[in-house]
């Protein structure tokens, strides 16, 4: 029988076989759930980490499993696990949430927990085009990067750098499209993606900025799979072996429209803990539930826009979401922390004890280059460099809070004081652990701006400590 509002539940069914649901399903047996546990996934496939098919594309052969990666053997954990029956609808209210799969089976529980994971974008016409997201993709692409081999990758960013830069080291003819100015800048700003764009030419990466792709056409029949031509809104037509379309992603929510408030993005708004806070635009019909339908809905991972003591609502996506974020949202779902979406001043006078927070983390390997990106950069923010880029070794952007201050801060030296969003390091490997320790204490960081800006200062030494 269902399970009242506040008891713990007696069965959970996890929509999402990748890191962030396999994370959720070991965290709920590593806390004592008892229950039924299920478990569906859409790819037919164990749970792997997805970083690796696009950074180690040639080096890796077949995906890197968790259950040898985290030790999370997923058979022994769920008590009814369907890694090839996706989610095709969810209905959830007082009593129960109900689940239908592909199969046209309906799997009832006390309490879902969306980790859903992500889709790739892929436009309408650009049928010819491949993507980059899952181990049968990556196997494909694999098979294609060859020297000589014409590859056209639309969309300089995370993935269509890293891609490019793999598939060019492999002596493929690698052209990549930007309808930007510049390598990331949705992801980096301006300034700091222009200062990427050289890593293209030095890697034998073609870089074709400021055009937008207008369509993309298939090969002759019997042409190797994938390959086609590339029209550009300017005219010019790129003929490939292979064209990749690395545009974006999505959270995989499509299957919920009607039953839960999808933001625009398509994801969902839930609180600190992870659970479905409900919140909805005027115009959609969906998300007026009851709150006892509330608390039976929880989101983790790529789906889920949660709130953060430091970045507010953060979009998933980023891998230490899906790494992390289980964690909190299974002690709160079994009532072992029933405040754990409060915020930390709350939690302090209630003498409990604090959550761990994670500042957003993207690391990529790019062209000959690491970077690591802790925080959130905001096209409002101010951007200086820690480091040169056009020196040997290493640097940084810190991107500042550009808030309106009647009454700047100044350190009894008279150096700026300045509270830093998100911090990205270029090939700088020595000092991620600390930013790291920086980025995830759950309050602002602030530093004192001439120290920060010096590369010889470690920059845990310029934290400013009023």
Same mark, same amino acid.
């Given at each position: 029988?269902?399970?009242?509002?506040?008891?713990?539940?007696?069965?959970?069914?996890?929509?999402?076989?990748?890191?962030?649901?396999?994370?959720?399903?070991?965290?709920?047996?590593q806390?004592?759930?008892?229950?039924?546990?299920?478990?569906?996934?859409?790819?037919?496939l164990?749970?792997?980490?997805?970083?690796?098919?696009?950074?180690?594309?040639?080096?890796?052969?077949?995906?890197?499993?968790?259950?040898?990666?985290?030790?999370?053997?997923?058979?022994?954990?769920?008590?009814?696990?369907?890694?090839?029956?996706?989610?095709t609808?969810?209905?959830?209210?007082?009593?129960?949430?109900?689940?239908?799969?592909?199969s046209?089976?309906?799997?009832?529980?006390?309490?879902?927990?969306?980790?859903?994971?992500?889709?790739?974008?892929?436009?309408?016409?650009?049928?010819?085009?491949?993507?980059?997201?899952?181990?049968?993709?990556?196997?494909?692409?694999?098979?294609?990067?060859?020297?000589?081999?014409?590859?056209v990758?639309?969309?300089?960013?995370?993935?269509?750098?890293?891609?490019?830069?793999?598939?060019?080291?492999a002596? &493929?003819?690698?052209? #990549?499209? !930007? @309808?930007?100015? *510049?390598?990331?800048?949705?992801?980096?700003?301006?300034?700091? $993606?222009? %200062?990427?764009?050289?890593?293209?030419?030095?890697?034998?990466?073609?870089?074709?900025?400021?055009?937008?792709?207008?369509?993309?056409?298939?090969?002759?029949?019997?042409?190797?799979?994938?390959?086609?031509?590339?029209?550009? &809104?300017?005219?010019? #037509?790129? !003929? @490939?072996?292979? *064209?990749?379309?690395?545009?974006?992603?999505?959270?995989?929510? $499509?299957? %919920?429209?009607?039953?839960?408030p999808?933001?625009?993005?398509?994801?969902?708004?839930?609180?600190?803990?992870?659970?479905?806070?409900?919140?909805?635009?005027?115009?959609?019909?969906?998300?007026?539930?009851h709150?006892?339908?509330l608390?039976?809905?929880?989101?983790?991972?790529?789906?889920?826009?949660?709130?953060?003591?430091?970045?507010?609502?953060?979009?998933?996506?980023?891998?230490?979401?899906?790494?992390?974020?289980p964690?909190?949202?299974?002690?709160?779902?079994?009532?072992?922390?029933?405040?754990?979406?409060?915020?930390?001043?709350?939690?302090?006078?209630?003498g409990?004890a604090?959550?761990?927070?994670?500042?957003?983390y993207?690391?990529?390997?790019?062209?000959?280059?690491?970077?690591?990106?802790?925080?959130?950069?905001?096209?409002?923010?101010?951007?200086?460099?820690?480091?040169?880029?056009?020196?040997?070794?290493?640097?940084?952007?810190?991107?500042?809070?550009?808030?309106?201050?009647?009454?700047?801060?100044?350190?009894?030296?008279?150096h700026?004081?300045a509270?830093?969003?998100?911090?990205?390091?270029?090939?700088?490997?020595?000092?991620?652990?600390?930013?790291?320790?920086?980025?995830?204490?759950?309050?602002?960081?602030?530093?004192?701006?001439?120290?920060?800006?010096?590369?010889?200062?470690?920059?845990?030494?310029?934290?400013?400590r009023?």
């Amino acid at each position: 029988m269902p399970s009242t509002p506040g008891q713990v539940p007696s069965s959970v069914v996890v929509v999402g076989a990748g890191l962030a649901g396999a994370q959720t399903s070991a965290a709920l047996r590593q806390h004592g759930f008892e229950g039924h546990l299920t478990v569906l996934g859409a790819e037919g496939l164990p749970p792997y980490d997805r970083p690796p098919l696009s950074k180690e594309l040639l080096k890796r052969t077949e995906p890197v499993w968790l259950a040898d990666d985290l030790g999370i053997d997923l058979p022994a954990l769920v008590d009814d696990l369907r890694l090839a029956d996706p989610a095709t609808r969810l209905e959830a209210d007082r009593e129960q949430v109900v689940v239908r799969t592909a199969s046209g089976d309906d799997v009832m529980a006390d309490a879902v927990v969306l980790a859903c994971g992500s889709a790739p974008l892929r436009p309408a016409g650009w049928d010819a085009a491949m993507t980059l997201h899952t181990a049968g993709d990556a196997e494909r692409l694999r098979a294609a990067a060859v020297p000589g081999t014409r590859i056209v990758v639309v969309g300089a960013g995370w993935i269509g750098a890293e891609v490019a830069g793999v598939a060019a080291g492999a002596g &493929a003819q690698v052209t #990549v499209v !930007e @309808a930007g100015p *510049v390598p990331l800048e949705r992801q980096l700003g301006r300034h700091v $993606g222009g %200062l990427l764009a050289p890593w293209y030419d030095a890697a034998g990466v073609t870089l074709v900025t400021d055009v937008a792709v207008e369509k993309v056409l298939p090969g002759p029949a019997g042409d190797t799979p994938g390959g086609g031509s590339v029209v550009l &809104a300017d005219g010019r #037509v790129l !003929e @490939a072996d292979l *064209v990749l379309a690395a545009v974006g992603a999505r959270p995989a929510s $499509g299957w %919920l429209a009607g039953s839960l408030p999808l933001e625009s993005n398509g994801g969902l708004r839930v609180n600190r803990a992870g659970r479905l806070t409900g919140l909805h635009s005027p115009t959609d019909p969906a998300g007026r539930l009851h709150l006892d339908a509330l608390r039976r809905v929880w989101a983790v991972g790529d789906i889920a826009t949660r709130e953060h003591p430091v970045f507010g609502p953060v979009p998933g996506g980023h891998w230490s979401a899906a790494l992390h974020d289980p964690e909190v949202t299974v002690r709160a779902l079994l009532g072992l922390d029933e405040r754990a979406a409060e915020p930390e001043h709350v939690r302090e006078r209630l003498g409990l004890a604090p959550i761990t927070s994670h500042a957003p983390y993207v690391f990529s390997q790019q062209l000959g280059h690491d970077l690591a990106l802790f925080g959130v950069p905001s096209p409002f923010d101010e951007v200086v460099l820690r480091g040169t880029p056009t020196a040997s070794g290493g640097w940084a952007a810190l991107y500042l809070e550009n808030a309106l201050d009647r009454h700047p801060r100044r350190t009894p030296e008279g150096h700026r004081v300045a509270t830093v969003r998100a911090v990205l390091l270029v090939d700088s490997p020595r000092e991620v652990g600390q930013v790291r320790k920086l980025m995830n204490r759950g309050v602002p960081l602030t530093v004192d701006l001439e120290r920060a800006l010096d590369p010889t200062v470690k920059l845990k030494d310029a934290v400013f400590r009023p």
